[in-house]
């Protein structure tokens, strides 16, 4: 009643605005009436524009910081508030509402309180609410966006080299964007057009984007990598991408070999290379060249070189046999090549035989001159001397014999 009271003081006879110096904040901008018995009636309140907070939304990628900022001309000694989608609240003015060390705060003024949340997950999207608690409470509400990145795409359907002339289905798949990605694919230089669908996840907020294409693979397609790419506003005019280069198997003709010609090319140089050559000559069941060659080299011609010469080459897609004829019309069982290399052989051979010989006679000399026939004189009648010293005694000639000289001095 206390209020009425003053409201009643306030209000003029017949009803106005509120003007009187006595009447409180919020009945300067009531529209006031009286009833039949004089009681005052609240018709509708006016707020002051510069009373209203104001906000603004923001859009913020996973993991990224937002701020919140919100603003109010005239905050009639009130104090501003943020709360989050769930209505808990983050900040009463400058003081700590919610203990989350993601959220801090940034600036709190009268007329200001702007809040930043760090490490920004999908789940911090929605409605973020600022209000100003006068009479009655003024909100204004923030919509947060949070952006799911997309990963890195991912090519499917490639395994083996693909033949000449048939239709490759590539598939590419990016998960974990929201809203949904984009996937676009490019061939070289060239765009391809693919079919797209949208898979939503497990955690109902973010979407997987699969794309397919398909095109008839030509031999110009070997070593050309296809590249699948991913577009996505959270990527910041950046991109994700990745590449599958194609192995295409084609099919060649073999090389037409002129008489007399060597060495032997199987073929042009095809995109996939055999890993194995196996040369064979017709009526011969011994492989000549098996390596991973594909030319066959014949340094010495002759006639017996004349023939068909057969060569089988395997890769992962299978093998190949081709077959080149050769045909020798030279008369000379060499070419002047073949004898000077023959030549070069000779005098090798020559010098290590002579090497050898004076080895063999400097080896001799050596043996003779450390070989001799030795004498021994054994001493007559020491084969019955029970001991060394009495054989030595009877020995004949020995220094203790009866014919010892003796020598008599004068």
Request: with cysteine; net charge negative.
């Amino acid at each position: 009643m206390g209020e009425v009271f003053a409201l009643r003081q306030a209000v003029p006879d017949g009803g106005g605005i509120c003007t009187a110096p006595g009447c409180p904040w919020w009945g300067r901008y009531l529209h006031c009436a009286l009833k039949q018995g004089g009681q005052p009636k609240v018709t509708s309140p006016r707020l002051p524009p510069e009373s209203q907070p104001t906000t603004s939304d923001e859009t913020v990628v996973a993991g990224g910081t937002v701020v919140l900022r919100c603003k109010v001309e005239d905050p009639d000694d009130s104090s501003l508030q943020w709360s989050n989608p769930a209505q808990q609240t983050l900040y009463f003015g400058e003081k700590r509402a919610l203990r989350d060390n993601r959220i801090q705060l940034v600036r709190s003024t009268p007329n200001e309180l702007a809040i930043s949340i760090g490490n920004v997950v999908l789940a911090d999207e929605g409605e973020y609410t600022c209000s100003i608690f006068t009479m009655p409470v003024r909100t204004a509400k923030a919509l947060v966006t949070v952006l799911g990145i997309p990963q890195n795409p991912q090519i499917f359907g490639y395994e083996l080299p693909i033949r000449e002339t048939e239709m490759a289905q590539l598939t590419c798949r990016s998960s974990g964007s929201k809203p949904a990605a984009e996937l676009r694919w490019k061939k070289g230089n060239k765009e391809l057009q693919g079919r797209c669908w949208l898979q939503e996840d497990s955690n109902g907020k973010t979407f997987t984007v699969t794309s397919r294409v398909e095109f008839t693979v030509t031999k110009e397609d070997n070593d050309v990598e296809v590249t699948c790419t991913v577009d996505h506003e959270s990527l910041q005019n950046s991109e994700r991408s990745t590449s599958q280069k194609l192995q295409v198997y084609c099919t060649y003709r073999p090389a037409t070999a002129g008489e007399g010609e060597h060495p032997l090319p199987l073929t042009n140089p095809p995109p996939l290379s055999p890993q194995e050559f196996l040369w064979t000559k017709e009526g011969s069941d011994v492989p000549l060249h098996p390596n991973t060659n594909r030319v066959l080299t014949l340094p010495f011609l002759n006639k017996s070189d004349s023939g068909t010469y057969i060569c089988m080459a395997t890769s992962t897609m299978g093998r190949v046999v081709v077959r080149y004829n050769l045909d020798i019309n030279d008369a000379s069982p060499m070419s002047s090549s073949s004898g000077t290399y023959h030549a070069v052989i000779g005098g090798v051979v020559a010098v290590i035989v002579f090497l050898l010989l004076s080895l063999l006679i400097v080896l001799a000399h050596y043996l003779i001159r450390h070989k001799g026939t030795y004498l021994t004189h054994e001493a007559k009648g020491s084969d019955d001397a029970p001991d060394a010293d009495t054989a030595i005694i009877n020995a004949e000639g020995g220094q203790a014999s009866g014919d010892d000289k003796k020598e008599y001095f004068i």
